[in-house]
């Protein structure tokens, strides 16, 4: 349990299975009011990829789910909650470069967090949502940005989303998953597979 600012934060701390860690990792899960939990399948993948490159990984639960206290705080209370992980993890890893990763919500939330100040190595951001129309605050970022989304994200359509990222600042890269919907159904473990492809040598 971590401290947050709406009380503790359940969360879980997995370090590799085959080497020291050489990066520290937040990962954040999708829409905490639309069933969204550190246990997304997407979000375990993430990290287990990320693991696998050489991350210890942090994964929470946003104030309200499960164990987490506290309620909905309408993305800027998740992203207070991140910031919260984010400082216990660096506290715990303090000689680690550190990068954020989130799926869905999650992407938005980790581009509050980090595009904000600099620091972070890495943004991941999965299945960003291009649906909202509060789009133009996430296009500028000076942090290097990998984006991994499906082939048929039914929230970021793959034209709509292209133009998006088109429009934006260096440094990034996008990465599309032939997948059909925006959980990367029948392509978990490729998704696995290119986050630990993907993160930056170090």
Partial sequence: MIDGP??????????PEDREPVLAALVCHPHPQHGG????????????????????????????????????????????????????????YPRLPY???????????????????????????LGFPTRYHDMAQFSRCSTRRIFILSTNDEFAPHDVFQRWFD????????????????????ALPELETVVAANVPAL
């Fill in 99 to 125: 990068a954020l990763a989130g799926f869905s919500f999650g992407s938005r939330v980790i581009h509050r967090v980090a595009c904000a100040e600099a620091g972070a190595i890495f943004l991941m951001p």
């Fill in 6 to 15: 709406a009380g503790r934060l359940e969360a879980l701390l997995e370090e």
């Fill in 37 to 92: 939990t550190m246990h997304t399948k997407a979000v375990y993948r993430t990290a287990k990829g990320l693991r696998k490159a050489g991350a210890v990984v942090l994964r929470f639960n946003y104030r309200g789910v499960n164990l987490s206290q506290g309620a909905y705080g309408n993305e800027l209370g998740e992203a207070d909650d991140a910031r919260a992980a984010l400082a216990f993890l660096r506290a715990r």
């Fill in 167 to 186: 429009s934006l600042d260096e440094p990034k890269k996008l990465i599309w998953i032939e997948s059909p919907d925006h959980y990367f159904k029948d």
